[in-house]
């Protein structure tokens, strides 16, 4: 199971600290991974990470305004976000891969959180 939180308003070039704490099987898998979905859009890759922390990836869209985390003592990822903007807003989903690489594409991942939602304002 994986659990998200942190979501929230905020205005553009405000900042965000997205939780995701994995539990059971998920516990079992090697990469953890952010996407997210706006209105009328496709779920798209945002970030990922190897549970270990020495690999990530992230979008070009957010490459330098985001950051993500790995605590393995806290069985959490954290993406923190910064310089937002009214893209931005969307439903984020923390995911899970039990490949050892980090994958960028939704189909690379076999378990998802709820979603929680990111609206910034302009």
């Known amino acids: 199971q994986l659990q998200a939180s942190g979501g929230g308003s905020v205005q553009a070039g405000g900042s965000l600290r997205l939780s995701c704490t994995a539990s059971g099987r998920t516990l079992l898998t090697y990469v953890m991974g952010w996407f997210r979905q706006a209105p009328g859009k496709e779920r798209e890759f945002v970030a990922g990470?190897?549970?270990?922390?020495?690999?990530?990836s992230y979008a070009d869209s957010v490459k330098g305004r985001f950051t993500m985390s790995s605590d393995n003592a806290k069985n959490t990822v954290y993406l923190r976000m910064y310089s937002l903007k009214p893209e931005d807003t969307a439903v984020y989903y923390c995911a899970a891969s039990a490949y050892r690489s980090v994958e960028n594409t939704a189909l690379g991942y076999k378990y998802w959180g709820q979603g929680t939602l990111v609206t910034v304002s302009s």
């Open positions: 990470i190897t549970w270990n922390g020495r690999r990530t």
